[in-house]
């Protein structure tokens, strides 16, 4: 489950029908008309009075502007807002929520546009969020396709760490030294007079040691919010954090490509899940 968790939760670049609400409106607005015009798509047909290009277009811009107001109003959900960080989640559930509302305009424009009929009721509702889900898709899902690019899919590889700044943790020895990036570290280790870092570098296992104490690599490290002291002899970098068993009494953690379990101090289980609640979810 953690896993499933740690693979929906992939950050992706927000969609980018999602962050330009004009370009939204009037993108939405011409590629109904044309797509409807060219295709005749799931049966459209035309009122007689206007004839189907009329028919199409009175569809069209209606819809277009309250794709722009739908747009306006998914990010002013604070879920949705521009403050927080946008994963896959994220934008497979605002690909519905824009599908859904337009349907809904879809169902009520047709009151307007189409000869009367009895509309009011749930299978033409459906049909409209049907027809609006089959054809919206087109466009949402061609900018989700172009993010994919934008993804990080191996937080270890040269691709995604090239975007980060290296960190430099110094040893107790003057010319000693070790460089690494975040993403490439799973966990630190004390071993007597040295400290273990073990990391994951192109998707294998490595280990580096420096001649210092874990306190002090701890404190070379206080602006990497995501990676935390979880016991005395262990730092680690919880970005890498797969699944999380035990108890208040004491976690134990599991990291992505490892076999050990390392563990978070009695003393420090107490807010260890109030403080970081994203790994228990």
């Known amino acids: 489950m953690q896993e499933i968790k740690r693979q929906i939760c992939r950050p992706v670049a927000p969609n980018y029908l999602f962050r330009h609400p004009v370009f939204t409106g009037v993108a939405l607005s011409l590629f109904l008309f044309l ?57 497979f559930l ?7 509302w337009a349907g809904i305009v879809v169902y009520f424009l047709a009151f307007f546009i189409e000869p009367p009929a009895d509309r009011w009721n749930m299978a033409t509702f459906l049909d409209s969020c049907r027809g609006a889900a089959l054809i919206g898709i087109i466009p949402y899902g061609a900018g989700f396709l172009l993010n994919l690019r934008k993804m990080p899919t191996d937080p270890t590889n040269k691709e995604a760490v090239s975007t980060e700044n290296p960190l430099r943790i110094n040893s107790k020895l003057k010319k000693e030294h070790l460089k690494l990036y975040p993403s ?11 400290v273990i870092f073990h990391t994951l570098k192109d998707k294998k296992r490595e280990k580096q040691i420096l001649r210092n104490s874990i306190s002090d690599i701890a404190s070379q490290l206080t602006e990497q919010k995501k990676i935390v002291r979880t016991h005395r002899a262990f730092l680690v970098n919880l970005a890498q954090v797969t699944t999380v068993s035990g108890n ?17 101090a009695r003393t420090l289980a107490r807010n260890f899940r109030d403080e970081h609640p994203e790994l228990f979810e």
């Open 184 to 194: 490439q570290l799973l966990y630190v280790e004390a071993d007597g007079n040295y």
């Open 248 to 264: 208040s009494a004491g976690y134990q953690l599991k990291l992505a490509e490892t076999k050990e379990l390392i563990p978070v």
């Open 35 to 91: 797509f409807t015009i060219i295709y005749h798509p799931l049966g459209t047909s035309a009122n007689p009075k206007f004839g189907y290009a009329l028919t199409m277009a009175l569809y069209a811009i209606p819809l277009g502007i309250s794709m722009w107001a739908g747009t306006h109003l998914m990010n002013r959900i604070p879920w949705f807002g521009k403050s927080g960080k946008w994963h896959l989640c994220k934008e």
């Open 94 to 100: 605002a690909i519905i929520f824009m599908l859904l």
